[in-house]
Each structure stands twice: as structure tokens, then as C-alpha cells.
């Protein structure tokens, strides 16, 4: 039995995790529609988001599998950002982006059996003035297309940000101090 279920499709989770010295995760994606009841705060529908997750990964794990959801979104003004369909929408996320401060948050589940623990954890993102060519630039190395808000801060996307207020991890979808905190709740020990 693995240590931890990744209720996630998502590498750089999985990367983090093992970063961390988790290498004992089995990945089981379930299938959830990411809706959410309108009037929510940015960490209210992560957070919510994730439990929709956890109650589908709880249908693929038995009673005494411990399991993780996670939801991350980027929020402008207070509204979602989610992955671009196309360039044209990830230009103009991009160049609503620049030269502005915006939210990362991410929604964290960690679960088994019936007991559930949610929390979420909010980062300020400052992005740098970008000109049009490098926000082209930008989307042409094709990273913007599969991300949240449009970047990845891991990559070519660092060089979009001016600075950033909270835990860094998160803005890559994954808070590792949160989800110690949560996992040792559960009886699972990081460190």
C-alpha cells in the first residue's frame, strides 16, 4: 500500500512531493467537474473545489488509504483566471497580468475513510510591465497553454514575476508547508 494516494494528474505535484521525500504515492485521478457555487471568496472555491475532488477519490481508495486533492487557481480582481483554450485568451490573461498583483490559491484535501481536513493557502503575485513581444515571446514557447493564470512560475514564467508575498510552492500548485501540516494530522510524517 503506498504511503499517500495523489488525487492529482498534475507532474509538478507529484514532482513536489518527491521533492520533499515523498516517493512512496500512487497517482489516482478522478473524474470532477470544477464548478462551484457563485458568490465564493478565491479561497472559499479552492477549497470547496478540493472537497469535490476528495469525494471522488475517496470512491477509489479503500477505508484506510490516506489521500490528497488539490485545487489551484489565479485570481485578478477576484475573478478566476483559469488555463487559456487558445493564445488569444492566454495574450490577454497575460497583458491583464502585467504590471499588476494578483492571487494564487490553492485548495488542499488530505482524506481517508470518511474523516476529511480541507484548508487553502493564498500567495500575492506581482508581476513585471511586459511588452507585447515578450508576452508573445511567452506564449510561443507554448508553457502559458496547460497553466492556471497562463505562466509557470518554474519555468520560463519566472521571468514574468517581480515578486512574490507567501509560499512560492503554491503558486506551482502545491503548498508543502500546508499540506506537512495536514498529512502529520494524519499521521504521516515528512521530516
Known sequence: MAA????????????LLSQVGLTDVEVRVPQVE???????????????????KAEAAAALC?????????????FLDGRRLGKPAHEQEAFSMLSALSGRQHLV??????GQGARRLTRS???????????EGE???????????D????????????????GIHGDYFNVMGLPLQLVRQMLLEFGLTLL
Open 135 to 145: 508576452i508573445r515571446r511567452y506564449i510561443a514557447s507554448g508553457e502559458p497553454m
Open 62 to 74: 479503500r477505508p484506510e488509504e490516506r489521500f490528497l486533492t488539490a485545487d489551484t487557481m489565479v
Open 105 to 110: 490559491c490553492t485548495g488542499v484535501t488530505v
Open 4 to 15: 499517500l494516494i495523489l488525487a492529482s494528474s498534475s507532474p509538478r505535484r507529484r514532482q
Open 147 to 162: 497553466k492556471a493564470g497562463a505562466y509557470g512560475i518554474q519555468g520560463l514564467g519566472a521571468l514574468l514575476v517581480e
Open 121 to 131: 493557502e493564498t500567495t500575492l503575485v506581482r508581476f513585471r510591465p511586459l511588452t
Open 34 to 52: 470544477e464548478d462551484c457555487p457563485p458568490g465564493l471568496t478565491p479561497q472559499e472555491t479552492v477549497a470547496f473545489i478540493s472537497r469535490e
